[in-house]
């Protein structure tokens, strides 16, 4: 899969939020979005997830302009902002409930999506008892548990102890060494440099690519 963002801005109103982004983005690779709150990482997830049109520029799968088209991008799974699921349905129930729309999975994968994550014990657990970890946690796993070709998730560690982090860091390495195109978008560059394959620097509307420094 080749994701090809191509001169993409975005205005609402008068302001412009994304000023001419160029970037690509290919199967088995990690990218990492960093910068503050608002600097536009979460403007162009939703973009690439066809959720907003670009004011200018296109944005290509496999070469085809799907947002222009009204298609959802093929195969593609996102966690954007703060996840939210039916507050009364436990943890199980709304990955059940998300299942029934494409058909494509049954019970054992949600189960193991949950277990996955770590989320085997407290699955039947109403989701307004769960806690900020753990709501996070069922959101990485509705993104795993179709099995999709692209992966987006933004602050994907929100909430989460050093334990459940470095639990997500293992299956998000796993899912790239299966081929897995992956997207995320933080505002804490360490948690990035130890992942990503390339960094996109976000700063008041530009883009540019940002260097990795190497952990010892």
Not at 18 to 29: A, D, P, Q, R
Not at 97 to 102: G, H, M, S, T, V
Not at 155 to 171: H, T, V
């Amino acid at each position: 899969m080749k994701i090809e963002i191509k001169n993409v801005s975005k205005k609402f109103k008068d302001i412009e939020v994304l000023k001419n982004v160029t970037m690509t983005l290919e199967s088995g690779h990690i990218y990492g979005f960093i910068g503050h709150n608002g600097s536009g990482k979460s403007v162009l997830l939703k973009l690439i997830c066809a959720f907003l049109k670009p004011s200018q520029g296109e944005i290509l799968f496999n070469g085809e302009n799907v947002i222009d088209n009204n298609k959802f991008p093929p195969s593609t799974r996102a966690l954007i902002e703060t996840p939210n699921f039916i507050s009364e349905l436990s943890g199980l129930e709304n990955l059940e409930l998300l299942a029934e729309i494409q058909h494509k999975i049954g019970e054992k994968e949600i189960e193991e999506a949950l277990k996955k994550v770590g989320l085997e014990e407290n699955k039947n657990k109403k989701y307004y008892k769960y806690s900020l970890g753990m709501k996070q946690k069922l959101g990485i796993a509705q993104v795993l548990m179709e099995d999709p070709d692209i992966l987006i998730l933004d602050e994907p560690f929100n909430g989460l102890d050093e334990k459940s982090a470095s639990q997500i860091r293992n299956i998000l390495v796993q899912e790239k060494q299966k081929g897995k195109l992956i997207i995320l978008a933080t505002h804490i560059k360490e948690d990035m440099n130890v992942l990503c394959d390339k960094m996109y620097k976000f700063d008041s509307g530009t883009v540019t690519e940002e260097e990795i420094i190497e952990i010892l």
